[in-house]
């Protein structure tokens, strides 16, 4: 089967909610030929709060292949999701055709002095997440977005899935806490599937540093990645169907045995 007739599997972000990733969950559908029953996904806030979140994670994400009909999919791991997606990719190489990471941070990168406090204390750090997150994204929004209405517009809709399906501090710094603890990087080694890595602009991603999702290329053999032109960390649903180019574009030259790692 061609890999652009597989299956995908998006996992979100640290914020846990799949709804932030709609504009991009509907280009790859559009694109897709299977329509919108070829993309999947799900909330990581769906985890009990008890033992492992990753092996919740893993067990939910079976049970999706099994509802795409059990063959294997393009899993699709956006930021933190990225640690999520690899982990699976290693253990479980029969249910992964491919896999793409998205801003992912590196499974080695450590946290920051801003962020050991926010998973220390995070409620009481919510606030200044919440600021450090309009400052970090609003100039990539004004880079992605070329007229003032298209900004306006964009920062609206963006905003209302933000405020309609909040994140759980408490969570978020439970897991956050759980990849700190976990070796991760070691594991990467054993993904066989084509791996593909889509970063946007070094200065424009202002949340996970382009060079620590580069790292993967080191962590994963053969593995290539891709660049979207005018995007920082959130391209996916800024640009979403050319996010979605990029995508079918890697699976398309998966299935190509001259495909080369690409630059």
């Known amino acids: 089967m061609a890999m652009s007739s597989l299956p995908i599997v998006i996992i979100p972000g640290i914020q846990g909610r799949w709804e932030w990733m709609r504009p991009a969950i ?3 559908a559009r694109c897709s030929p299977l329509g919108e029953g070829g993309v999947w996904t799900f909330s990581l806030n769906d985890e009990d709060g008890t033992g492992d979140p990753f092996d ?3 067990t939910t994400i079976h049970r999706l292949i099994d509802r795409a009909g059990g ?14 997606a690899a982990r699976f990719a290693a253990r479980y190489p029969d249910r992964v055709g491919a896999l793409v990471l998205v801003s992912s941070p590196s499974p080695q990168m450590r946290l920051g002095p801003d962020d050991q406090g926010m998973v220390r204390h995070p409620i009481a750090k919510l ?10 994204l609003a100039p990539e929004i004004f880079a992605a977005k ?14 209302w899935q933000v405020l309609t399906h909040p994140v759980s501090p408490r969570q978020m710094a439970r897991w956050v806490q759980a990849w700190q603890a976990t070796d991760i990087a070691s594991e990467c080694a054993r993904i066989t599937a084509p791996t593909h890595l889509i970063t946007g602009e070094p200065r424009l991603d202002r949340v996970v540093p382009v060079q620590s999702t580069l790292h993967y290329l080191t962590l994963i053999p053969g593995s290539t990645f891709s660049r979207l032109s005018r995007t920082g960390h959130i ?6 169907d050319d996010f979605s180019v990029l995508v079918h574009e890697f699976l398309d030259a998966a299935d190509d045995p001259r495909s080369r790692r690409s630059a």
Do not use: D
């Open 26 to 28: 509907r280009a790859l």
């Open 127 to 136: 606030p200044f997440f919440a600021m450090r997150g309009v400052r970090r």
């Open 56 to 58: 919740q994670w893993m």
């Open 235 to 240: 391209g996916l649903v800024s640009r979403p």
């Open 146 to 159: 070329p007229t003032w209405r298209e900004r306006v517009a964009f920062t609206a809709a963006y905003g």
């Open 71 to 84: 063959v294997p999919v393009v899993l699709v791991g956006v930021s933190f999701g990225g640690l999520i």
